[in-house]
Structures are given as C-alpha cells and as structure tokens.
C-alpha cells in the first residue's frame, strides 16, 4: 500500500474526473436504495430569513442523539412552544417560561436543549447586530477554509456539536464534504492521502479537486467515494477492508493492486 500521497494528483483534473466517473458508474450498477440528499436531514426547503436559520439550527440541535422521526412528529408543537421561532421572542423567554417547556409533554423535554435554544436567539440576535444578518456572518467565513465552518458554528452556539453544526451548514445550502474510515483508506490506495499525515487540509484539497474535476457538488463526491469504499447499502462492496479487486474498475490507479 502506498506510503506518502502524490502531491500532484489533485491538479490532474483529467485523472481525478476518470476516477470519479469510474466510480459512479460502478456505484449506479450497485444501489440498492435511493440515493439521499443534504434535504433528507434538513427541516426547511428554503433558509432566505435569520427566522428559518434560526429553526434549522434549532431543529439539527434536537435531532442530535434523537431520531429524527420523534423530532419531526414534535416539531409543530415545538415551533409553537418556540413562538415560530421569533428570534426577540425567544430570547426574551425568562426562567419562568423555560420552565413551562419542560413540562409541555407535547416537547422534546430536555433541558439543557431547551435552554440552548433561548441561548442561541441572543446569540443570533448579536450576530445579526455585528454583521447584518446572521447568513452574512456565515458567507464572511474565508471559502478556502468554509471546511472549517461547522466547528466556529458549534463554537459559537449552546449544546450544538460538530456533527450537528455540519448538518445545519449542509441542510442550509453549504456545499461541504464528510470522510469515513472507508473514505479515507481508498484514498490511500489511490495516492490521494499520506497513511501517517491525514490532515484535514489535504483531505479538503482532495475533496475540492474531485469536485472541480467532476462538476459533481462536494456532497455528491462524499456519498460517491464512501459507497464505493463501504459498500454501504449496495448489493457487495467493492473497495473494502479486504476489496474485490477483480471487481474494481480503479486496477490502474490503486497502489494497493499494483504495490
């Protein structure tokens, strides 16, 4: 298996976009369920007021470490408890109305969730003071290091973590990328990624240079790479632990075959 990563690879478009379309196409033959969306894990179809940044936000803090389901079927009570989530509203709430939502049985009765919420409408509130509006403090995030967003996301809101910040950024129309162990270790076997040097940095030049190669979003390069290397949801995987080569249509560029 290879060692050190190819440092020229990622500006070879023409071999980055035959990788990628290689595998697609062999992800297209493998399938075996529809093939989800960033909107599968959001609420809202449209984010164009701090109002519904606000409620996604909100939304993605429940849903961490609850289904998703139960927070769906709970949402118009907790949009109701929550004042449509009017951001002055919100942060108004004082002890007394906080109280009175972790009785409603009709909510998600965690506290310190319920807290957060009323927390992060301030929190809101000053971004908006700061910066105009909360989306403009989000697009004020250099683009070469808009990988990094979802760790100030959970840095600057109550009880939000970085999975969490990452689906919010996501559901909100932020093009982004997520790595698994799967990913990871195909990129070994192509020369994309050093085995002892993995950095955030170098996987996110990876991750853009499959995308401009391609034209497919960095969405799409995520769900690509890690079906081809776990074979999540697909009738046998290809590239896995122990990988089928015979099967594989990437003989020419894999360390991993040719070492």
Not at 26 to 55: I, M
Not at 145 to 157: G, I, P, Q, T
Not at 196 to 210: H, I, P, T, Y
Request: with cysteine.
């Amino acid at each position: 298996m290879v060692k050190k990563a190819d440092p020229d690879i990622v500006d070879d478009w023409p071999r980055l976009a035959h990788i990628f379309a290689e595998i697609q196409t062999k992800n297209r033959s493998l399938y075996t369920d529809r093939v989800k969306s960033p909107s599968d894990w959001g609420l809202l179809d449209a984010h164009a007021s701090d109002q519904a940044l606000f409620e996604e936000l909100s939304f993605q803090l429940f849903g961490a470490g609850f289904s998703r389901t139960v927070v769906r079927n709970r949402w118009p009570a907790t949009r109701e408890a929550f004042c449509e989530f009017d951001l002055a509203k919100v942060a108004a709430f004082d002890a007394e109305r906080l109280e009175q939502l972790v009785a409603n049985p009709a909510l998600i009765r965690n506290r310190r969730k319920l807290a957060a919420v009323v927390t992060n409408a301030t929190r809101v509130l000053e971004i908006i003071q700061a910066h105009g509006t909360l989306r403009a403090w989000l697009d004020s995030y250099p683009v070469a290091e808009r990988y990094l967003l979802h760790r100030e996301v959970a840095r600057r809101f109550a009880s939000i973590g970085e999975r969490a910040a990452f689906w919010f950024l996501i559901s909100s129309g932020y093009e982004l990328f997520y790595s698994t162990d799967d990913t990871r270790r195909l990129l070994d076997r192509l020369g994309l990624l050093d085995q002892k040097e993995r950095s955030r940095a170098r996987l996110n030049q990876v991750m853009v240079g499959f995308s401009e190669a391609s034209g497919a979003g960095l969405w799409a390069v995520s769900r690509d790479l890690h079906r081809f290397a776990s074979g999540y949801r697909m009738k046998e995987p290809v590239c896995a632990e122990r990988p089928r080569c015979p099967k594989c249509p990437l003989w020419d560029d894999c360390h991993f075959f040719n070492a």
